[in-house]
């Protein structure tokens, strides 16, 4: 079974820019439409070591400092 949608040529030009030469635009239309929920998220934020976040503090603080430093100049 087809179904038939209708988009614009701006639309249907920057589809076929993502389109992979392989693929139909059926296929290329359910790749992007792929839902992504918070279980899926967390999942993949999975790679990330213990203690990640703290460090991402601690470097934006010094990064924070030394910006605020180098103004003063």
């Known amino acids: 079974m087809s179904t038939s949608i ?14 992979r030469d392989d693929e139909t635009f059926d296929e290329l239309l ?3 439409a ?6 899926d998220v967390e999942a993949m934020a999975g790679f990330a070591e213990e203690g990640i976040e703290e460090h991402m503090d601690e470097t934006h603080d010094k990064l924070s400092e030394s910006l605020e430093e180098n103004s003063h100049r």
């Open 6 to 19: 209708r988009i614009s040529e701006e639309t249907k030009q920057k589809l076929e820019a993502v389109k």
């Open 30 to 32: 359910d790749r992007l």
């Open 34 to 39: 792929v839902t992504r929920t918070a279980d």
